[in-house]
């Protein structure tokens, strides 16, 4: 059986990777963290 | 986190997830850090805030930041202001030199000749003193 791809997901897994990119060239320090104090992954 | 973490403090990601955050922050800051955290947890952005982290080196970087809360959340990103920061400690300290120096020397106008040893000397002293206590600002504005 032939599975089909949603178009939305590859448009969106393409947004992630383009997101990816700008986060991992950034100068500067980017992050998620929370309000007790630790870093999030 | 990024990359940049990585390269500006020079610990793993591993390094700084294990500890709070806070852990890295320089002792005068952790006062404004924690109220920073505070105004996030009450969900207000907070546009501008600065303050130093310890790198893996034992010095310290001046970071400049922007955040915004998500629920418990904070979304952050800051750059590394330490280089403004040194600039402007060094030209705060210029100025000051300068002012001293235009102080000093508009006491030797019209100066008697009998004066003369005793206003070198109050002069000297005063540049020694300023010396002493730059010495002192620019090590607590670094460290």
């Given at each position: 059986m032939k599975r089909e791809i949603d178009p939305t997901f590859t448009r969106s897994l393409k947004t992630v990777e383009e997101l990816d990119q700008f986060f991992n060239i950034s100068l500067d320090l980017l992050c998620i963290a929370n309000t007790d104090g630790y870093f999030c992954a | 986190m990024n990359p940049a973490w990585e390269r500006i403090l020079g610990y793993t990601r591993e390094e700084l997830m294990t500890?709070?955050?806070?852990?890295?922050?320089?002792p005068d800051d952790l006062d404004s850090t924690r109220k920073t955290i505070g105004t996030l947890a009450s969900q207000h952005q907070v546009t501008f805030f600065e303050n130093r982290y310890l790198c893996r080196d034992g010095t310290y970087r001046w970071l400049q930041w922007s955040a915004a809360p998500t629920g418990n959340l904070i979304y952050a990103a800051a750059r590394n202001v330490t280089e403004h920061k040194l600039a402007e400690v060094a030209l705060g300290e210029r100025l000051r030199f300068e002012q001293l120096l235009s102080v000093l020397s508009a006491r030797?106008?019209?100066?008697s000749i009998d004066r003369m040893d005793a206003e070198i000397d109050r002069a000297l002293k005063q540049i020694l003193e300023f010396f002493k206590s730059r010495a002192m600002r620019v090590a607590s504005d670094i460290a």
């Open positions: - | 500890k709070r955050f806070l852990d890295f922050v320089h030797f106008v019209n100066i």
